[in-house]
């Protein structure tokens, strides 16, 4: 079973980018498809942003256009490059693919 974890997180300030990182352990193939969640205090995880077998990306209307996902060559990793980050991005974010466990999650300050 496909093991992910996610790092890169940290805090920055409004307007900055961060690139999150998702990495794979346990499966030969590496990561096919998979999404970024995140999750604010007291809320359920929503997802954010996906990417299918064949590299087509969506993203939740919050992210559009300033976050974007990615794959490594070798499939071991996806990115989540987060450009123009808000405050309201702060949160824990999380990467999945099929049934694969939650990971530890990243978090993500973002100040103003």
């Known amino acids: 079973q496909v093991q992910l974890v996610e790092s890169g997180g940290g805090s920055v300030q409004a307007g900055e980018s961060l690139r999150l990182s998702c990495t794979a352990s346990?499966?030969?193939?590496?990561?096919?498809?998979m999404g970024w969640y995140r999750q604010f205090p007291g809320k359920q995880r929503e997802l954010i942003a996906a990417?299918?077998?064949?590299?087509?990306?969506n993203y939740h209307d919050s992210v559009k256009g300033r976050f974007s996902i990615s794959r490594g060559a070798d499939r071991q990793v996806v990115y989540l490059q987060m450009t123009s980050l808000k405050p309201e991005d702060t949160a824990v974010y999380y990467c999945?693919?099929?049934?694969?466990?939650w990971g530890p999650g990243a978090q993500v300050t973002v100040s103003s």
């Open positions: 999945k693919s099929g049934f694969s466990p």
């Open positions: 990417i299918s077998g064949g590299g087509t990306a």
């Open positions: 346990g499966s030969s193939s590496g990561i096919v498809a």
